[in-house]
């Protein structure tokens, strides 16, 4: 009985041990929200409050539980502190906990690089998704570094993708030692990805005569095709433009039903250009979904969901 009690702790110890340092990343992962796209260091300042200045105590950058104590506000000149950082924290730890139960196998077998490369991953996916949903920006400095990180983690743990193999065979060629196997895969999934959605950019704009997509999706897609391989990279494609089409035809609705911009659609009927039904339906279709978010979000579900969609895990 005794043993099974200490099982018991353990079991319980370790996915509070993976929230903690999640939600300690996400203090780190907030920084680099609000720094990146500013162009200022990530490392070269503590934080401190935006509008006076003053330097946040350590005790005030407590994650989660330092927002809640001082009530969203500044603990000097009271400004409202946005609740992106405890929502991102909190996300990061438990993202951090949902991988160490999609990877407890590995976890007890002290198989730690597949484990690691997935969290190391997340963080970066969880950057673009909030800088992209805050700002529709996804910053060059987190996706080349990713992409750069996405090939070095193919020497150890490589995208679980015949690609690779596939394209050696049929040109008659053996390719050894596996670490170049692993870098190719990567690199295959890189180009898949982001010339499939560059691709899709070029049509886009060639039928609706306006751009639709930015690079810095195309770019994201280098780097997530990096991690994941040429199934991965078309998988997330697919289910991120699914999920991102589900919620934009939901949004435009919403916006027609609740009369968004409805004022503007008058004046432009009294001035002869079409039904004010028309012209609101038009006016909603306009509104843009930043796509790195909903990309962001389907290369998640990829990592934590692979062996119920695909039947395995997402790296070897």
């Known amino acids: 009985m005794s043993h099974f009690r200490a099982c018991g702790k353990v079991n319980c110890v370790i996915p509070f041990l993976f929230f903690l340092f999640g939600i300690i990343f996400g203090s780190f992962l907030n920084v680099c929200i609000s720094r990146i796209p500013e162009g200022i260091s ?31 506000k500044c603990r000097n000149c009271h400004l409202p502190i946005s609740p992106m950082y405890p929502l991102v924290e909190f996300l990061t730890g438990a993202l951090f906990v949902a991988v160490y139960f999609t990877y407890h196998a590995e976890f007890v077998q002290a198989l730690y690089l597949p484990i690691l490369k997935s969290l190391a991953f997340l963080c970066l996916l969880v950057i673009l998704i909030v800088t ?35 394209l050696a065979h049929s040109i008659g060629i053996g390719i050894r030692p596996q670490i170049l196997l692993g870098i190719l895969n990567a690199l295959l999934g890189a180009a898949f990805g982001s010339l499939l959605l560059w691709g899709a950019a070029v049509l886009y704009k060639l039928v609706r005569k306006r751009d639709g ?100 895990p997402v790296f070897h």
Not at 42 to 61: E, G, L, V
Not at 282 to 297: R, S
Request: aromatic share 10%; hydrophobic share 50%; charged share 15%.
């Open 42 to 72: 990530i490392i070269a300042q503590r934080s401190r409050c935006p509008r006076c200045q003053t330097p946040i105590k350590p005790y005030d950058n407590i994650p989660v539980l330092g927002w809640i104590l001082l009530r969203g």
């Open 213 to 312: 997509l930015g690079m810095g999706d195309v770019k994201m897609m280098a780097m997530v095709g990096a991690f994941l391989g040429v199934r991965g990279a078309f998988l997330t494609i697919f289910l991120g433009t699914l999920l991102g089409s589900v919620v934009g035809l939901g949004l435009v609705s919403s916006l027609f039903a609740f009369g968004w911009r409805r004022n503007i659609a008058e004046r432009a009927h009294r001035r002869g250009l079409g039904s004010v039904r028309s012209l609101r339906w038009a006016l909603a279709a306009e509104y843009q979904l930043p796509l790195g978010t909903f990309l962001g979000i389907a290369a998640i579900v990829l990592i934590l969901f692979a062996p119920n969609i695909i039947g395995g």
């Open 132 to 166: 992209d949903l805050r700002i529709r920006i996804l910053p060059d400095a987190v996706n080349w570094f990713g992409f750069g990180l996405g090939l070095a983690f193919a020497t150890r743990i490589p995208p679980k993708d015949p690609s690779a193999y596939i």
